[in-house]
């Protein structure tokens, strides 16, 4: 007799994360961000460190329409194409696509002059 692989064999338990962590997490991230430009950059380029929660694409997006003002976008990007990007969507893709202002996409750092030998 065959068995189904898919069919769960028993009890299934959750472990729920305590809030704490959840928090520490907000709290690293934040410093992670507040730490990418000086004070000096921040005001020389006119940039603003913005955190918001969500799907990525649809965030960025929100944030540039309540905005309004926004002048230029400037997105790394991991250069997926082909198949890649369609089966996993791309986050850069949706913004280029749909933001109201323009978007200049870079390839992350180290990705530069790689060469891939995807078939996609």
């Not at 955190?51 to 003002?69: F, K, N």
């Amino acid at each position: 007799m065959n068995q189904n692989p898919y069919v769960s064999g028993g009890l299934l338990e959750f472990y729920v994360l305590p809030q704490d962590f959840f928090q520490e997490i907000e709290r690293a991230t934040s410093r992670d961000l507040e730490a990418l430009l000086t004070a000096e950059e921040k005001t020389k380029y006119g940039a603003v460190v913005v955190r918001r929660t969500g799907a990525a694409a649809h965030e960025i997006l929100d944030y540039l329409h309540e905005q309004g003002d926004i002048d230029l976008v400037v997105m790394a990007t991991h250069g997926r194409g082909g198949a890649a990007r369609l089966m996993m969507g791309s986050v850069a893709d949706k913004v280029v696509r749909a933001a109201p202002c323009p978007v200049l996409t870079i390839r992350r750092a180290g990705d530069a002059g790689e060469q891939t030998n995807r078939a996609a």
